[in-house]
């Protein structure tokens, strides 16, 4: 959109989903940027970006262009619904850790702050016990946290409706349990909204562990991840609970959309008109 300045732009994160089938990481970082953008969550995808397809030369030649446009891969993501870190086959969870542990060194090699990872998913007709499940995952933990922190990147889990911990209460509690303090929550709102968890109640319960905030919009009958203003996530109260939490790291727009340039700039400008610009640390 015309009226929206690049200073407005460069105040929000964009994850770049909604790219993955139609841009390599460079050709969406390159035109991104010339919008203004300058801060990136890097969804892994192949063909856009795949750890398993990029050598140590090409993931070099990846910084320096980072570097010379001034941009940064805060986080990688993943599509958590190919992998499943609490498979019921220890071939399931031995593939999913693997793709995982590929993608956390990735993040090193760029210099990123974190991973989002799914806690896993269970069966919707038979599920296994949430402590079956809760084991499973802790498993999974074990195995990620020291390549983490041999990487010098932290691992951070996101509420997913489709996870079998899909709410700030089971996901914190199970997160306690574990004991690691360096493990961090990104909490995306859509998804709260979505299975009607309270925002407040929520945002208080990850506030401990919260790294970032996945901001779009759904209503609760049909899950998407919109542009904010097509669905029923109340974002001005949103804005002022996350006002009140020491939270500063730009909000990620995760918008997941055929008209994506679009729908991520209607969004930018519907959430500075809600002073969402202020949520964010200069440093």
Known sequence: MKGISKAARAQYAVNTYAYTMSH??????????DRGYREFELMMYPGHAWPADL??????????????RSLAVRTLNQPNL?????AATLEMRAYSLAIVRGIVEFAGDLGAEAVVIGPGKANPLFPAPVETLTGVFFSALDALLPIARRAGVKLVVENMPFCFLPDAVGLMGAL???????????????????????LADGLRRVAPRLHS?????????IYR????????VPFEHARALLGALPHRRRPILEIVSAHADADIDLSVEALSRMGWDSLYDSA
């Open 213 to 221: 905030v996945h901001v779009s919009d759904t209503d609760r009958s």
């Open 176 to 198: 306690e349990r574990y004991g690691s303090d360096e493990i961090g929550v990104v909490y995306d709102i859509a998804n709260a909204e979505f299975i009607r968890e309270d």
């Open 225 to 232: 991840h919109g542009p904010v203003g097509t669905g029923t």
């Open 82 to 86: 190919d992998i499943n870190l609490a």
């Open 55 to 68: 050598d140590g030369a090409q993931r070099k030649r990846l910084v320096r262009f980072l570097e010379s």
């Open 24 to 33: 390599t990481a460079v050709d969406c970082f390159a035109a991104l940027a």
